[in-house]
Every structure is written in C-alpha cells, then in structure tokens.
C-alpha cells in the first residue's frame, strides 16, 4: 500500500526556517518523482516543488532561491528545506507522488509563518 507522510511543520516567525520531512513506503521509491504541494486557506493546491528519480528539481517562482528539494532514496525520504520564510509561505504543505497515474497524498503538516 503506497502511503506519504509529512512531518515537520510549526510556527516560525519571518525570516525563519523550517525543514519538511515526508517518509514514503509501499513502492520503489527511487523509481518516482516527488513533489511538495502547498494550499493556503480559501486557494488552490499549487505546485510548490519537483524532484525527478534522478534528483533533477524545479520551482515555483516565488520559492525559487529560498526553498530546496532533496531526497534521500536510501531511507525513503523527500525532504523541503524551507528559508526566509514569508507570511505567504503560510500554508498546509503535502507530499505527493504519482504511480501509474493515480495521485497519492499525505494528509499535510501545516505551515504558518507570523511574528
């Protein structure tokens, strides 16, 4: 059974940082991209970053050159190094991963960053 699980969300003030952490099982986990999602209250699930099996990365504009991607297949993990944080980073962050074209979501660790 494919499961993702986030971990490692809180408060941080502005400026601060924050590393996610997603544990995955149930699959060959160095076979499949992943990605981190985000969703504010009242907006869409956007995109926030991909990471290839390859460990080739892409970012949303507004995260570009604050937040980092990184996975660790050994251990089954993806990783979100989150720094400089802005009051519009606050958020439920999820883990995703698609195999054979079905979605796979953890339940999210929420993000909230204020002074």
């Known amino acids: 059974q494919v499961q993702v699980v986030e971990s490692g969300g809180g408060l941080v003030q502005p400026g601060g940082s924050l590393r996610l952490s997603c544990a995955a099982s149930?699959?060959?986990?160095?076979?499949?991209?992943m990605r981190w999602y985000r969703q504010a209250p009242g907006k869409e699930r956007d995109l926030v970053a991909f990471?290839?099996?390859?460990?080739?990365?892409n970012y949303l504009e507004s995260v570009k050159g604050r937040f980092t991607i990184s996975r660790d297949n050994a251990k089954r993990m993806v990783y979100l190094q989150m720094n400089s944080l802005k009051p519009e980073d606050t958020a439920v962050y999820y883990c995703?991963?698609?195999?054979?074209?079905?979605?796979?979501w953890g339940k999210g660790t929420l993000v909230t960053v204020s002074s």
């Open positions: 149930g699959f060959t986990f160095s076979s499949y991209a």
């Open positions: 990471i290839s099996s390859g460990g080739g990365t």
């Open positions: 995703n991963t698609i195999i054979y074209a079905i979605n796979y």
